[in-house]
């Protein structure tokens, strides 16, 4: 596995102007056979995408990885709080143009994979098919009433209840535990004289595929953003997304699961991926488990995830 420093060389930064604001992106390779964009979740960044960038530039794709706006090094908006769902799809779509990439393979993680969903379905034109690592397709949404108070989505909804829990530590040590947190099975829940960030405390070892340098990127990266726009993209706003009216996917899509994903037990997550519902929507689907994978799967297990990303451009190659 290449070190930190081997991987920055290999990946080229610039900044775009798209929509009014200077996104950052991340590329690698050359593109003859056709052009990969990442998107990712949170609390991830660009670098999330390393490993995937690497593999797919040396198979002879582009890979583009932009920090989405508010996060990394991308601009702030002006209006955090007035963050908008559309606008990272209609970011997206700007930086296409931008790059002059008439349609991509979108690649997407944890709150990416709704952006890549719904671009697909409104944009098939733009889009070669979609892999998404952890969500799968859930039309109308996923219904948290079920869940117990200190879940951690009902609890990062909550208007500066997040922003006091975090700003009691540096950015480093909030990265830190959301990474813990989130690499395990169980659906992080706080307890009612709780906060999230009390589930896990310093003496708690970081996931062994996730070193200390590797947090040294992201701490550094969130440095620079902060935690109000995405506390506010996706907590605060993916819940009034706007549906797609009897969506039906034009596009292969392949979803990529960790059998020990904390996702898999929310609300209706397993019934849509064991009982049929994907495939009216999506007539060329394959799901795929990858056993002992986390929620962090493409950086637990960069080679499995690999294999599956490559194979998945080779049967379905730009037409």
Request: proline share 7%.
């Amino acid at each position: 596995m290449a070190t930190v420093e081997q991987q920055q060389q290999q990946i080229e930064h610039s900044h775009l102007a798209i929509r009014g604001l200077n996104l950052h992106v991340a590329q690698a390779g050359t593109g003859e056979l056709g052009t990969v964009l990442f998107l990712h979740g949170f609390p991830e960044i660009w670098y999330s995408w390393r490993h995937q960038m690497l593999a797919v530039a040396a198979a002879g794709y582009r890979a583009v990885a932009p920090d989405w706006r508010g996060y990394g090094l991308s601009d702030q908006p002006m209006e955090p709080e007035a963050a908008a769902y559309s606008d990272l799809i209609e970011d997206l779509l700007a930086l296409l143009d931008a790059l002059s990439v008439p349609k991509a393979y979108l690649v997407a993680k944890d709150f990416g994979t709704m952006l890549a969903y719904d671009f697909a379905l409104r944009h098939p034109n733009r889009t070669c098919g979609v892999m998404c690592l952890g969500i799968p397709f859930l039309h109308g949404g996923s219904s948290f009433t079920a869940m117990p108070e200190g879940f951690y989505i009902l609890r990062w909804r909550e208007p500066g209840r997040a922003e006091a829990d975090f700003g009691r530590y540096d950015v480093k040590r909030v990265v830190r535990t959301i990474y813990i947190l989130f690499s395990r099975s169980e659906i992080p829940t706080a307890k009612e004289d709780q906060e999230i960030m009390d589930l896990a405390d310093l003496s708690t070892p970081l996931p062994e595929w996730f070193t200390e340098e590797d947090l040294d990127v992201y701490a550094s990266l969130y440095e620079k953003s902060g935690f109000v726009y995405p506390l506010h993209m996706p907590y605060r706003s993916l819940h009034k997304r706007q549906p797609i009216e009897d969506p039906k996917f034009e596009v292969p899509v392949f979803v990529v699961m960790g059998e020990k994903d904390y996702v898999c037990k929310f609300p209706g997550v397993e019934a849509v991926l064991k009982n049929g519902t994907m495939e009216k929507f999506a007539p060329d689907l394959k799901i795929t488990y990858i056993p002992e994978g986390g929620h962090f799967v493409q950086e637990q297990f960069p080679d499995k995830v690999n294999d599956l990303l490559l194979g998945f451009l080779k049967d379905h190659p730009v037409a």
